[in-house]
């Protein structure tokens, strides 16, 4: 049996993918501005031989024709929302083994500035940071950010893949492995023929001269990525070490897990070298009744509106602007694809319930924690599944719940480690000596003297 | 006797001003990556009743005609270079009082996500941040950023004035002060009355949207400034909180103090409104004699073709270029004027010089500690200066010397406090109670209710 991999699904604001459950007693999101809330959930889930905390982003907010309505403000739907990069080097500090994955979008930071602050973590954690790379689509964002035009999806790809090949560039590239000497002795800090200038005339972007940052234990950040249309699973299985993938059921899943290890393996790669990662979601009971009980009490706070315009704000997608009998696979869209293709073959009356009672969580699962143990261990046999990342309803309540009686079984049954190997958070996925990206990756190319890149 | 606000400045890199000195066997710098490197220098701070921790920042490096000789990297000449901003939080949950204030470029950052960084920082160090502004004259930056223009520097005080109008209406005017109720019994997180869409379309930037983050303890940072030059100083007259001057001597930095003070009072703010500091080193000795000695040994570390460099890099003049006996003052620059009229009057030769033995330090204080503080209590009477920044020859060795000896010298004479009075960072500069931007302030007309501004 192998070893799953283990994270923790947050974003830096008040609801996760629940609008509406920061009201609940026992969630205390409202503190998230306090540092000392986030240092509290990451020593829990190292205490829970967690691997990682994941870390979404978005600068977007719910809006519908131009209009924000006061519900949103009023349920705190995606707003208000905090700098989630922010927290990780006070997490980091407070903590010794736990890994973070943070999100950054191609779309709107600078490759240069992006890449420096990616080197930086890297140094800061000793080698626990990952890279989750998203696009933006949100027209909401571009108005927020001055783009004077929607960018469409494929281009969206198209300067996402440039960006990264140039951050490669930067962070792969800038310096060789022993370029740092350090020698006081002989007053020698760099060896000047090791570090390199980096020369990228792209169609997207021109970038020349040195990188800041010496190189760091992991160099590239662990990249992790989401996209499920077709451009976006061709950007993963070139470039993602670690996929987040949406299938509702076994089924979908295996076949999604599949699917990207065999277009990993086309462009080159080691199809063991993109791990496959989906959401989950567990409520303990006393009984699998007792469990739907509390999670039906949970998703009784979701306010219904909110649910839609966040899923209109995804996808460019008002349910109710569309036929309810509509397939909504069939609905064209520019903007969220990997959001309707979740629900392929689904109506939107279909659709639209399940999402406004889920969100965007995946496997929900209930029981006693033998129960969910069984569940999760089937999910892996059946579908090759490497991980999942765990949505709470309730924080710290929902964690608490998950390592104190779900994560002893894990362990108990060899799923989970039951401690910590030494390492940084790539030997932790592929294993010891595994710090760096492998030599079948895009971004290893990028190591070695002075590169032109140019397109 | 007034009390002296007091930083310590510090880059995220390996040397700070004197290029070479991170090659002496008592300067820990080497450890930059390490967070526990910033931990121990923010608790030795805070044992010293410091103010705050200044972290310098650019993006930039030494480069001649295009070149960047082997010996910038030997010497570590502003690079290697880290993102100093990711070093706050750690060190707020590290600390209680000390403040933090950082340098971000108005050229460079994108004001949206900049806005966003700081509001998170003032949540999370709960009121304890600064922005140091500056505008970016460096054409290595440029390359790296790839703007395809040299943006002359009256235009980049243009950009930076609107850019920090537009920050002012995102922090000051995005949410009122009383948006945010958390009921969770009526489940209203904010009041939507209360939270203000943003519409922007300036020269130079186009924002429409609401602000990502609620309301934090100072909402806009303490604004830090240091441009020297006549448009820098108009731009700090009306924007900066507290002004870096350069005077090198008592009568010079007199005429400075008096100067911002009359220009905040010309643009209609309360001349007090902006504090005045200045950087400090100091060399604690038995005797004068032997301070001068340790200085000397400090400053044989310095590189001084890198040191030359480095002033190239800052200002575009390259000291080997120019005739020796040329007024410095009067070759003309477009980049770095600050820096050059530090050297008002001087000849390159003895610019140079000072500039190779120096970097940018300001005051040098030799003796003993009372020496060094008769000193800075006779510049304090004679100028009106309000403060010092410390700058440091080693690392932590500079920062134990002063705060075990002269500290206690300081705090003897009144001059600094003796414990941290509870409050925000604004607050500790200007007196409790005075947790936001005062009314005078430009950015307090971005309050209350929706905005457009439109030029």
Excluded at 7 to 18: C, K, M, P, R, Y
Excluded at 163 to 183: F, K, M, N, R, T
Excluded at 318 to 323: H, Q, V, W
Aim: proline letters at 5%; one cysteine or more.
């Amino acid at each position: 049996m192998k070893q799953i991999h283990l994270g923790a699904f947050e974003i830096n604001g008040v609801n996760l993918t629940s609008q509406g459950l920061w009201a609940r007693p026992d969630h205390h999101s409202v503190r998230y501005k306090d540092i000392d809330y986030w240092i509290e959930l990451a020593r829990l889930l190292e205490r829970g031989c967690f691997d990682f905390l994941f870390l979404a982003d978005s600068y977007a907010y719910p809006t519908l024709h131009g209009e924000t309505p006061g519900f949103v403000f009023e349920q705190a739907a995606e707003i208000p929302k905090n700098d989630p990069m922010l927290l990780i080097p006070a997490l980091a500090a407070a903590t010794e083994h736990l890994a973070f994955a943070v999100t950054t979008s191609t779309t709107f930071e600078a490759p240069y500035s992006n890449a420096r602050r990616f080197a930086t973590l890297d140094h800061l954690t000793k080698g626990r940071v990952a890279w989750n790379v998203v696009t933006t689509s949100s027209p909401v964002v571009g108005d927020l950010f001055g783009h004077d035009r929607f960018v469409p999806h494929d281009e969206r790809y198209a300067i996402a893949e440039e960006y990264l090949q140039l951050s490669y560039a930067l962070l792969e590239g800038g310096w060789d492995d022993d370029a740092v000497i350090a020698d006081k002795e002989r007053r020698i800090y760099a060896d000047p023929t090791k570090v390199h200038r980096i020369v990228h005339h792209g169609k997207y972007f021109d970038v020349e001269g040195y990188f800041n940052s010496e190189p760091s234990p992991q160099r590239t950040p662990v990249i992790f990525q989401a996209g499920a249309s077709s451009s976006g699973r061709a950007f993963a299985a070139r470039n993602a070490e670690a996929v987040f993938l949406q299938g509702a059921d076994a089924a979908t899943l295996k076949k999604q897990v599949s699917d990207i290890r065999e277009k990993a393996a086309e462009v080159g790669r080691d199809p063991q070298s993109v791990k496959t990662i989906v959401g989950l979601s567990v409520v303990v009971g006393e009984s699998k009744e007792a469990a739907q009980r509390k999670l039906d009490d949970y998703l009784s706070y979701v306010h219904e509106e909110a649910a839609r315009l966040y899923y209109a704000q995804m996808t460019g997608i008002d349910f109710a602007s569309l036929d309810p009998n509509a397939d909504l696979g069939s609905i064209p869209t520019e903007q969220g694809r990997t959001q309707v293709e979740r629900y392929a073959g689904k109506s939107v009356r279909e659709a639209a319930a399940d999402f406004i009672r889920h969100g965007m969580r995946e496997f929900i699962l209930l029981g006693t924690p033998e129960e969910i143990v069984d569940q999760i261990q089937e999910l892996v046999e059946a579908t090759d599944i490497d991980g999942f990342n765990y949505t709470p309803f309730v924080s710290p309540g929902s964690y608490e719940e998950f390592v104190d009686q779900v994560v002893p079984e894990l362990q108990r049954r060899g799923l989970l480690r039951t401690a910590y190997e030494p390492g940084t958070f790539r030997e932790r996925l592929f294993g010891a000596g595994q710090r760096r990206l492998p030599d079948s990756h895009p971004g290893a190319a990028y190591r070695h003297d002075s590169l032109a890149v140019t397109r």
